[in-house]
């Protein structure tokens, strides 16, 4: 059974507009891979950014809480763990009383960066193991990666536009 915010964030990415979303520029040539661009995750940024505003007009119509999932915030952990952290985090805020709590983590790497690819992957599995109900690694492209247990890898293929299940 899958997640409802696996939904959520999966119509966001299908939502994506692919010239402000950088396509065409989100996989690193060979000399590139490990370099320090592919380290910050460069290329992903306009990827990640449209994401989030994507997310927000979904989060603007409610589909969040349609889903179940309450009031949603995008926010900082306020006591992160340790070593990189994620690219979003997303928070429930808490209702009748109830504090606010983490509900998911998520990564967004090219496939071809798979230094990044692997640190993020040990991002989210401690992410998730410090209470963030799901974890989600997007990857632009195509990539072997498997995850381990707890994260969810939602792939996106650039070819088409989507995210593939």
């Known amino acids: 059974m899958s997640h409802p915010f696996l939904d959520l964030a999966t119509e966001a990415l299908n939502q994506l507009h692919p010239r402000f979303a950088g396509k065409g520029a989100l ?5 590139d891979a490990d370099g ?21 007009r979904l989060w603007d119509k ?3 809480v349609r889903l179940g999932l309450g009031h949603v915030v995008i926010q900082p952990d306020p006591a992160p763990p340790p070593g990189r952290q994620p690219d979003l985090l997303v928070w429930q805020l808490g209702e009748h009383g109830a504090a606010d709590r983490p ?9 071809t960066n798979t230094d990044a690819l692997a640190v993020d992957l040990t991002a989210l599995t401690r992410y998730r193991t410090a209470g963030y109900a799901v974890a989600v690694l997007v990857v632009v492209g195509t990539t072997e990666a498997v995850a381990p247990e707890g994260v969810t890898i939602l792939r996106f293929d650039p070819d ?6």
């Open 103 to 111: 509900l998911a983590a998520l990564c967004f790497v090219s496939g």
């Open 27 to 31: 996989a690193y040539p060979p000399g």
């Open 36 to 56: 320090p661009a592919a380290a910050r995750k460069e290329r992903e940024r306009p990827f990640v950014r449209e994401f989030y505003h994507q997310f927000r």
């Open 62 to 64: 409610a589909l969040p």
């Open 160 to 165: 088409r536009w989507l995210a593939v299940p």
